[in-house]
């Protein structure tokens, strides 16, 4: 990726580019970026129109997607050989406005954060069961340590107890969810175009150990047999913060998609089930026996997919403002 500074602004369509590669509820992508006027500063806000209401109620997870999206700016700006000035919440009477990143001074990325700027394209939520490969040696350690740089705690569950009682959190979550018909309606509506690919739900919700979003209704239609379930769920973690403000969900979100893109930079990509954080006595409950009493932020699996889909982005045009109106690249 090479960037030119002959026009003003085109940094900003690359930071912008970069910030639409994270992910989000459903694919939700519930952003928008401002550019304060010829890349003096580059501005991250969440878009209250495209939260998943009944699945976000709190926003929670938008801000989180949003957070993952400011991470993938700060890589870009690293991209370019400077470092990022950031200033989070920099307007506190305005809760959308997320974050503002300006250029700081000029300093090339190091081998690490060229990793991390080579796995923004590559990385991609799964779906499903993994490949039945084990994870790169000391992979878990390094994203513990990824996770730690942003103010978060990865915790990966590696007891037979954890584990069983994570299942049941997740599939207590997810049966309440499909018993809600508003619910399903809008988990389903956004598959197709602009959304979830098709072809990313075609596997059965219930075939790994946590419970996956029936996005197709497959659930009602047949029953995964009992020796099969489990089968490829690959590593199970809990990413989690001290504290559980605004800003510490802007930091979860970046201490996510730094973990993702260190883990896809070794061909490692994961699948969620926030499920259970979007119920509050279940939250509740995960954080006293599954996050050591911090709160939990994302449930995710770890794994090497056998294929991948990549998801459909909005164009630069949809979510960079430039001057108070929509900009035209």
Known sequence: MTVSYEKAGHAAVHLARAASLAPSPHNSQPWFFVE??????????????RRMILTDPGGREAVIACGAALFNVRTA??????????????RPADSAFLARVGFGVHAP?????ADLIDAMPRRHTHRGPFASLALPGGLLDDLREHARA????????EEPEELELMAQLVRTAEDTHRGDPDHTWEVRRNVGI?????????????????????????ARRFVVPARRRGFGTGTVAVLSTPHDGRLDWVRAGQALQRVLLAAAARD?????HT????????????????AAGNHPQMVLRL????????????????????DGALARW
């Open 275 to 290: 499920q259970p954080l979007e119920l509050p006595e279940i939250r509740a409950r995960l954080r006293r026996r599954s």
């Open 77 to 90: 700006v690293r991209h370019l050989g400077f470092r990022p000035a950031v200033e989070l919440l920099p």
């Open 268 to 272: 490692v990509m994961a699948a969620f």
């Open 194 to 218: 602009g959304g979830v690919p098709v072809e990313a739900c075609r596997f059965h919700p219930d075939a790994t150990l946590l419970a996956g979003r029936d996005y197709l209704d497959l």
């Open 109 to 113: 990325a190091t081998e690490t954060e």
């Open 36 to 49: 304060e006027g010829h890349d003096h500063g580059f501005e991250v806000h969440a878009d209250g129109g």
């Open 150 to 157: 942003e103010g978060a705690v990865l915790q990966v569950l």
């Open 303 to 322: 794994g090497v997919p056998a294929q991948t889909w990549t998801t459909a982005r909005r164009p630069v045009c949809e979510v960079l403002v430039r």
